[in-house]
């Protein structure tokens, strides 16, 4: 019993030991309050930094007689992704000392947490204005253009303004009170209100790029959000990505990936309201969605007699498309007149549609419809696509489509939706402006005139942005000129 | 038995973990399972003529969903979430609303703390009605419900919430006069507009405004236009003021302008209110809204006008005809409410019948409330 007695006393001694230490170790190592330290700009993951023990491996260094247990600046910036090749890592401080150092020279570079200076950059080898004292953000700033990350502002004509959110935050920026709303509370019968503000890292468009009085902007999320306002609203710089913002209105858009200045008016969704109309007012519809083809591309072919069908049938209308430049995000686009984020359809393996399309109003209208397509994988579509194969394997279905097409001629249909897709498979093989991506064209453009010439109704002709159509196989990097416009034609 | 007392250590190190294990296990409670909290009540105002209340119990009814999120404090700390619950969408559901129908939502907690979730947010956020937090029911503290909305600050997450205050019309103040589209365009300078393959005549906004309403009101930020299908929508004021009514051929009146895609055109543009003006088209109205038939006339009741609009009630109405003559009408005057219709000229006219007899009013402009 005595024995007994004396093992559990041991045992609890020891636990209390262990217990005991663990709280005063807590308490003798712990600094009190740990201010964060963000890591932002061009990267994929912004990385809010808040214990020191748990930035990576921790090394001990010796720096001016001084010991630091600090972390190597360059495994923080590989733990946040550079989204491109980074240039230049900012090191901020708490009273906006921002000293920056070359990225291809932080091997030696350090990050430390002190009592006395808070996060502390410790750069042995730098001079000593790098080593940043009470550092509250660490901004990695591409080299170039972003890599696909970038923030782009376009015209119908050029490339205004490419710039990432990295190289944003290192430029004057606006501190804007945002107003995020009014809180109240309820004490004593009294009312205590509280108007909250958070303060937003603004820009405009026009320092970007001139703008002229009453300019409209169309906003474009990453997203396929759409958005057409003038210059009052602001973009934020939030730590990896850029918000619109228009105060008055509350409008918000939320991850922009570019703007289009001056758009023009058509756009791609106009296929569903032109189609609507005519169907309503009793007229025969053929729909002809061309993958791949983008206004530039048409140019250059009308430019070179390759579309003599289009080029003489009516004038082509530069209208906008969507974003993400994919064929089948064009199309929902384009069959729903609804942007992509409000079609359901805004990334290439998306197929199901959450807004009727265009042949939801022709079943309405008791209309007999008819969808051809090439395509492998077909959207959703309320009328169910008859999937036309390249059965003489020749590399494409286009010639099949067109004696499909002719044969649904003699069947007769109020809207025949027909979908090419010869352009964009050469366009992808050789390039856009290759000339097997002309041979594509000037094939379907023979297709075309045969058709449209048999049809006793009105013909919608769109283009339909797809990879082969803006010189990059890249969706991300696809938001510029060459591929946000896609040829446009109401004929008859 | 005895035990030896070479293993007691052993034995206590194995009963101590037992003991941690259970203290530290808890198993998840399902969604919508009962709970000691169901009977709380939260009061809901504006979402339908009086005021009701629900329950958790009824939420717990509603589909739910779980999600992870996170909301940063002034002091850089993350406050972390797994909430379930249902989407504030889901219970708007059930009377006919999306959160999108309103300009603001007030959340009040029990110790009367309110925030208003703002449109933007509104327009943008999903907001969780949440009972459970990393799939065990909330602190008493915050029960029945807290309001989580992914991607907003944690000045909206309204813990402890007994009430919701549904909004509409922008924050302004509801409109005081409605135009009749019919009549005021009569009074502007009409122009040729290509649209639909056709020429019809259109009529610029900004006159529209700069005759009937005050284009300098600086409280008007958002415009907002309802067609006869249903459709609602907000427009920025720099959008509207640019645009246009078509008044003639097809899908008129029809919100457009040629600067905007189809997708911006609204056809059969039932109402407009910028400020504290109504723009009100008699002809669409005829088209969607039930009718009324008054001393063999047909139209549209004029509590109608006040029921699409939101019209502020009054005592006292002032009744103006395209001419520029006027008439103040008293409640009592109104007698059962009138009735506008369109006369033998095709001009839109006014009847009533109240305490001072039969009252017409032709070539209908405009109805102010004065009182």
């Known amino acids: ?492 | 038995m005895k035990i030896s007392t070479k293993k007691l250590p052993l034995l206590a190190l194995i009963m101590l973990s037992i003991l941690f294990a259970a203290a530290c296990s808890k198993e998840n409670t399902k969604a919508g399972a009962p709970g000691p909290h169901d009977e709380e009540k939260i009061l809901v105002h504006g979402l339908q003529e009086e005021d009701f209340e629900i329950t958790l119990g009824d939420l717990k009814q509603l589909p739910t969903v779980s999600k992870h999120a996170e909301a940063e404090r002034s002091n850089g700390e993350i406050v972390k979430v797994d909430a379930t619950g249902p989407l504030l969408d889901a219970f708007l559901q059930q009377y006919g609303k999306t959160q999108k129908d309103f300009s603001r939502v007030r959340f009040t907690a029990k110790d009367k703390y309110s925030i208003a979730v703002p449109a933007d947010v509104l327009a943008g956020r999903q907001i969780i009605l949440s009972y459970l937090n990393k799939g065990q029911p909330l602190a008493d503290e915050m029960q029945p419900v807290r309001v989580v909305i992914p991607g907003e600050r944690a000045m909206y997450w309204v813990m402890n919430m007994i009430r919701m205050d549904f909004e509409t019309g922008g924050g302004q103040e509801p409109p005081n006069k409605v135009v009749f589209l019919e009549t005021a365009v009569k009074n502007l300078p009409q122009q040729d507009y290509e649209d639909l393959d056709r020429v019809d005549q259109a009529v610029k906004i900004s006159d529209l405004i700069d005759k009937y309403a005050d284009p300098n009101d600086s409280g008007v930020s958002n415009v907002f236009l309802k067609a006869s299908d249903g459709l609602q929508k907000n427009e920025t004021k720099a959008n509207f003021l640019s645009a246009f009514i078509k008044t003639s051929g097809p899908e008129a009146p029809k919100f457009l302008a040629p600067q905007f895609p189809q997708g911006m055109h609204i056809r059969g543009l039932l109402y407009v209110i910028f400020g504290h003006t109504a723009v009100f088209s008699y002809n669409e109205g005829m088209a969607c809204l039930p009718k009324q038939t008054e001393e063999n006339l047909e139209g549209i009741a004029f509590s109608q006008i006040f029921k699409q609009t939101g019209l502020t009630g009054g005592s006292k109405y002032k009744f103006t005809s395209a001419d520029g003559r006027s008439i103040q009408l008293t409640i009592n005057d109104l007698g059962s409410g009138g009735l506008i219709y369109q006369n033998e000229q095709g001009a839109l006219a006014f009847t009533c019948t109240g305490t001072s007899g039969r009252i017409n009013v032709p070539g209908l402009l405009s109805v102010e409330v004065l009182q």
């Open chain 1, 1 to 492: 019993m005595h024995k007994r007695g004396w093992y559990l006393g041991v045992c609890l001694v020891l636990l209390g030991l262990v217990a005991g230490g663990a709280v005063a170790g807590i308490a003798l190592r712990s600094p009190g309050h740990i201010p964060p330290l963000k890591v932002t700009g061009d990267v994929a993951n912004v990385l809010t930094l808040q214990d020191p023990d748990n930035l990576g491996q921790m090394e001990k260094i010796t720096f001016q007689g001084a010991g630091y247990r600090a972390v190597r600046l360059a495994d923080i910036i590989a733990a946040a992704g550079p989204s491109a090749d980074a240039g230049q890592i900012h090191l901020v401080g708490l009273d906006g000392f921002a000293p920056a150092v070359k990225a291809a020279d932080i091997q030696d570079c350090y990050i430390a947490f002190t009592a006395k200076n808070g996060w502390e950059a410790v750069n042995p080898k730098h001079p000593n204005s790098s080593n940043t004292k009470f550092l509250t953000e660490i901004v990695v700033v591409a080299e170039d253009g972003g890599n696909g990350s970038s923030f782009n502002v376009i015209d119908r004509e050029t490339d205004l303004a490419q710039i990432t959110p990295g190289q944003l935050l290192t430029r004057p920026l606006t501190l804007y009170p945002y107003d995020e709303g009014k809180a109240v509370a309820q004490k004593d019968g009294k009312d205590y209100e509280v108007q909250v503000f958070t303060r937003r890292r603004v820009f405009k468009i026009s320092e970007l790029t001139p703008l002229g009085a009453g300019d409209i902007l169309l906003v474009t999320g990453e997203n396929g959000d759409q958005l057409l306002t003038d210059d009052s609203g602001y973009f934020e710089v939030k730590d990896n990505y850029i918000n619109y913002l228009q105060p008055d209105t509350r409008t918000r858009l939320e991850r922009v990936k570019g703007v289009v200045v001056r758009p023009p008016a058509a756009s791609i969704t106009d296929a569903y309201y032109d189609g609507r109309r005519y169907l309503d007012s009793g007229d025969k519809v053929l729909l002809v969605v061309l993958d791949g083809l983008a206004y530039r591309q048409y140019s250059y072919a009308a430019a070179n007699g390759c579309a003599p069908f289009l080029q003489h049938a009516g004038q082509a209308a530069q209208a906008c498309g969507v974003f993400p430049p994919d064929k089948n995000v064009a199309l929902a686009a384009l069959l729903t007149g609804k942007a992509p984020a409000e079609n359901g359809v805004a990334a290439a393996e998306e197929h199901t549609l959450k807004a009727p399309s265009i042949f939801a109003e022709a079943d309405r209208l008791n209309k007999k419809a008819l969808f051809l397509d090439t395509a492998p994988t077909p959207l959703g579509t309320e009328t169910a696509p008859v999937a036309i194969k390249d059965q003489n394997a020749d590399g494409g279905a286009d010639d099949e489509l067109h004696e499909a097409a002719l044969a649904a001629l003699e069947q007769g249909c109020d809207l025949l939706t027909l979908r090419f897709g010869g352009i964009e498979d050469a366009g992808r093989r050789y390039g856009p402006l290759a000339p097997e991506t002309m041979q594509a064209i000037s094939a379907t453009d023979k297709y075309l005139s045969e058709i449209a010439g048999r049809w006793p109704g009105k013909v919608i002709v769109a283009g339909a942005q797809g990879a082969g159509s803006g010189g990059s196989s890249e969706v991300q990097e696809s938001f510029n000129s060459d591929n946000m416009f896609v040829p446009y034609w109401r004929l008859k």
